[in-house]
């Protein structure tokens, strides 16, 4: 089975810390993603990556920043946390090309306070 | 731009009841569309999928079909079980890895 594991369950911070969220996959996946959860508006994409070092802004990638040193891991930063960015965070991977294209897989999520 | 718009809930049903939660979408392209179901302290997992125009997906006594038409890929499911109480996402994928959500509508199944 596929597996996209979330590094903390769950973190609290103060504003103005850095905050790292890791993500690993062990499916050779292609691409992974980062969203955002929140109540009413759903998945927010935040930042993907479809190889190693590349990267592409999501919708809102105000406030984040990522790396993907190695294929199976990406890792979303918070480089000054705010009270704002208090949510879940999702982590996804997927392949690009083959049967099974299309199909996200999702960790458990990460949830975020900002005090 | 693309997007996926689904009917706001919570949806409160009674067990054996039959489920409908709209969704509807807006894409320029052809894209493929999903729908993602979240146990309560889980993350989302595909539940089913429809990859082109009269597709069915179907999953778990779950089913949806991609209406071009309409625009539209309303999930369905006959009779209702207090384990379906979940959120349920609809989405659409565009150029291979463009995502997009909708908003989510969570289901409550009373027994």
């Known amino acids: 089975d596929v597996k996209v594991t979330q590094s903390s369950r769950y973190l609290v911070k103060r504003t103005g810390e850095k905050v790292f969220l890791e993500c690993v996959q062990d499916?050779?996946?292609?691409?992974m993603f980062w969203y955002r959860q929140d109540p009413g508006l759903g998945l927010r994409l935040i930042y993907f990556s479809y190889d190693v070092k590349m990267k592409e802004k999501g919708d809102i990638p105000e406030g984040y920043s990522v790396s993907r040193e190695k294929k199976e891991r990406f890792s979303l930063i918070l480089e000054s946390a705010s009270t704002n960015q208090t949510s879940m965070y999702l982590c996804?991977?997927?392949?690009?090309?083959?049967?099974?294209?299309?199909?996200?897989?999702f960790g458990e999520g990460s949830r975020l306070t900002v005090l | 731009g693309d997007s996926v718009t689904q009917m706001e809930g919570p949806v409160t049903l009674s067990e054996e009841a039959f489920l409908t939660i709209n969704c509807t979408y807006t894409a320029t392209g052809y894209p493929s569309l999903f729908w993602y179901v979240q146990y309560p302290g889980e993350g989302l997992q595909l539940l089913l999928k429809a990859t082109k125009a009269d597709d069915k997906g179907s999953n778990k006594g779950f089913e949806a079909t991609y209406r071009k038409e309409t625009t539209s890929f309303h999930l369905e499911k006959g009779s209702v079980q207090v384990s379906d109480s979940a959120v349920y996402f609809c989405?659409?994928?565009?150029?291979?890895?463009?995502?997009?959500f909708g908003s989510g509508t969570k289901l409550n199944v009373k027994p």
């Open positions: 996804a991977s997927s392949f690009i090309w083959g049967a099974n294209t299309g199909e996200l897989f």
């Open positions: 989405a659409l994928l565009y150029n291979f890895n463009k995502f997009y």
């Open positions: 499916m050779d996946h292609e691409n």
